[in-house]
């Protein structure tokens, strides 16, 4: 689903940062299409900067250009500073859940760990499909407040605060608040290569 965007600068940003991964991808419009599942239509919106994509769409988008969001909201691409300065970072609000994410580490750098700030809705829910391109992928759930329902495949795990999940990120998993306040956590991804 894809919500108006009512002109915010990130929104901006995010069409503009689509079409240049999706170009220098060599991608068409079409490719991008058949590959995430997303209409051409949608996406040429999504690029015009006319509508802001859910986490849920984004996440699609993603997977067909094999980046993590957290690579994709990396604007900047050489390794600038080591320090990521609150003010600076990047926020993200997913228009259909209110589900709120921050990217903390440092854009540009050569780590293979990312760590992400969430702040995720009471009642939000969020299904992510298997993202069997990203083998090898994994990330660390840490819910600092809040209750948290993470189901990964078949399993389900209730989390309350202080509990971390390891997880495969190639799995089908689903992120749910089934608690009546926003649960505040962090993702550490690691993206597993080199």
């Not at 988008?61 to 609150?86: I, N, Q």
Request: proline share 7%; aromatic share 6%; glycine share 10%.
């Amino acid at each position: 689903m894809i919500m108006e965007n009512t002109h915010d600068p990130l929104e901006s940003a995010i069409g503009e940062r689509l079409r240049l991964l999706r170009g220098a991808r060599a991608m068409t419009l079409d490719d991008l299409a058949g590959a995430s599942g997303v209409s051409r239509a949608m996406i040429s919106r999504i690029e015009r900067g006319e509508a802001s994509p859910t986490a849920q769409l984004l996440s699609r988008l993603c997977a067909a250009l094999d980046l993590t969001l957290s690579a994709f909201f990396a604007f900047s691409e050489g390794a600038d500073d080591p320090v990521s300065r609150h003010g600076s970072q990047t926020v993200w609000r997913d228009p259909e859940t209110g589900y709120q994410r921050r990217a903390v580490s440092p854009p540009g750098t050569a780590s293979r760990v990312e760590v992400i700030d969430v702040t995720f809705p009471a009642g939000a829910r969020i299904a992510y499909p298997p993202e069997t391109a990203k083998a090898g992928m994994t990330q660390h759930v840490w819910l600092f407040s809040g209750s948290l329902r993470m189901t990964v495949g078949d399993a389900v795990h209730d989390l309350g605060p202080g509990d971390c999940l390891y997880m495969s990120i190639t799995d089908g998993h689903v992120f749910e608040n089934p608690g009546d306040t926003p649960a505040h956590y962090a993702v550490v991804l690691d993206r597993g290569r080199p």
